[in-house]
């Protein structure tokens, strides 16, 4: 597609429930990141993907954060019995394949908004 | 422990002022320094980056002044226009790139 793309834009669910949300990069991005955007805060790196494989999976606040990523594509980020602290903007974004000692633009997709009630 | 850190929190500028950004990093590995523009309900857009070899870099109304001993750099929108006003994001980067740390956001509004 033209950008990357993020599903469901806006979400409420209860607490204690399961959410997936999911983005489809750009095509040809080989490297797809996870950040979360809670209110007035900053981009609070999440997990980072290289093809299907997650390198760098430091930033999940607890073992109820999830991601894969699929044929080097969609990737789903899973919230297993949300919480309310779970409410903030997810971000997606993407960029072509990591490029030692060159900038590496990334990507944003509009994110989405979870507000666990 | 925050990697990058951001000031002010917010700013209002009169249009045709000068907004200036500041950050400071802590990672003396960081070797590539972007700037991003976010508007409200938007995911935030590349607005300029620089590598810590050059000290200034330019592009129409915007630039980032970088003073490696200090770790520091800024952000200056020269001429601010109201269509400016979105909160912008510094980041640092090591040289592999797989992670960026951003810093608090600056929300900025332009008075017409």
């Known amino acids: 597609g033209a950008g990357v793309s993020q599903s469901p834009s806006n979400k409420v669910t209860e607490k204690g429930k399961d959410v997936e949300l999911r983005c489809d990069p750009i095509?040809?991005?080989?490297?797809l990141y996870w950040y979360r955007q809670s209110l007035g805060q900053g981009l609070e790196f999440l997990i980072y993907?290289?093809?299907?494989?997650?390198?760098?999976k430091s930033g999940l606040p607890s073992d109820r954060f999830s991601a894969e990523r699929t044929g080097g594509s969609v990737s789903t980020l899973t919230i297993q019995r949300t919480q309310q602290e779970d409410s903030a903007v997810y971000l997606c974004?993407?960029?072509?394949?990591?490029?030692?000692?060159?900038?590496?633009?990334?990507?944003f997709g509009e994110g989405s908004w979870l507000t666990v009630v | 422990q925050q990697q990058v850190k951001q000031s002010p929190q917010s700013l209002i500028v009169q249009k045709g002022g000068i907004s200036i950004i500041n950050c400071a990093y802590e990672?003396?590995?960081?070797?590539?320094f972007p700037w991003y523009q976010q508007f409200p309900g938007k995911g935030p857009a590349l607005l300029i980056a620089?590598?810590?070899?050059?000290s200034e870099k330019k592009e129409g109304r915007f630039t980032i002044s970088f003073n490696k001993s200090a770790k520091q750099f800024s952000l200056h929108i020269m001429d601010s226009q109201p269509g400016d006003s979105a909160t912008y994001f510094c980041?640092?980067?090591?040289?592999?790139?797989?992670?960026?740390?951003f810093g608090s956001g600056t929300k900025l509004n332009v008075k017409p």
């Open positions: 974004a993407s960029s072509l394949t990591v490029k030692e000692g060159l900038g590496n633009t990334i990507y």
């Open positions: 095509s040809g991005h080989t490297a």
């Open positions: 993907f290289q093809g299907n494989s997650a390198p760098d």
């Open positions: 990672n003396t590995a960081f070797d590539y």
């Open positions: 620089i590598r810590p070899d050059v």
């Open positions: 980041a640092g980067s090591g040289h592999n790139f797989n992670k960026f740390y």
